[in-house]
């Protein structure tokens, strides 16, 4: 540990010898401190950055303290949901209003568990719904976005977010598709198409059928 002005303080070198890291985590975290929440530099010692010890060492304890926290991981664990469901749902966050991470650590994020379970318990309620209030106001030849389409179905939009991807019977194809900044595309469906689904949806709820973009196995046992 390095001495400036009567205080302990390190170097990144001495971060490299304390905690046994490489350079380049130490850099990215200072280089990203806006968001990484890294203690400001003291000032240099020769060439060197430093910072106060005592300071960077409580950070470095709270960013890697996951109390309470859950990853996916424990997710998985904790409701006996697949890792692809807890992708999808995170995917399709704008719909569903799935909660945001509390913090990323080394790629793996982590959410505040009662936040999570909280969520998870109104998801399913809301995706379970059965009766339809249908909105049959509007011209047929309309395009809704699927917002506007769960008003129509008198549904929570989270109810009918994954429908795109898991295409429940009679659910139709979208009449336009762009692609919005951030790659994920938006979809647009005609309310005409959207009345004729609730007509042909069954008492029982949306009876699932393969995705036409999903090819079939082959070579595998019939």
């Not at 390190?10 to 990203?32: I, K, V």
């Not at 059965?130 to 008003?151: E, F, H, W, Y």
């Not at 139709?172 to 004729?196: C, F, H, Q, T, V």
Request: proline residues 8%.
């Amino acid at each position: 540990m390095t001495q400036h002005e009567d205080r302990k303080v390190y170097t990144r070198r001495d971060l490299m010898a304390a905690y046994g890291m490489a350079l380049s985590p130490l850099e990215d975290w200072y280089r990203n401190r806006r968001w990484t929440g890294h203690p400001e530099a003291l000032g240099h010692a020769g060439r060197e950055l430093i910072w106060d010890a005592a300071e960077w060492d409580h950070w470095y304890q709270e960013r890697n303290n996951t109390t309470h926290l859950i990853s996916r991981t424990g997710l998985q664990e904790r409701h006996g949901l697949a890792r692809s469901t807890l992708e999808r749902l995170w995917a399709l966050r704008d719909d569903n209003g799935h909660p945001e991470p509390v913090k990323t650590l080394e790629r793996v994020m982590y959410w505040n568990q009662d936040d999570w379970d909280a969520w998870y318990v109104e998801y399913k309620r809301n995706t379970q719904r059965r009766d339809l209030d249908i909105d049959r106001s509007g011209s047929p030849d309309d395009l809704l976005t699927l917002a506007q389409v769960a008003r129509v179905l008198g549904v929570p939009p989270a109810s009918i977010a994954h429908y795109p991807t898991r295409m429940p019977r009679s659910w139709p194809e979208p009449a336009k598709e762009e692609a919005l900044p951030s790659g994920r595309p938006r979809r647009y469906y005609r309310r005409a198409d959207i009345w004729n689904y609730a007509d042909n949806r069954t008492a029982a709820g949306p009876h699932r059928t393969k995705h036409p973009s999903r090819k079939p196995r082959s070579g595998g046992p019939g």
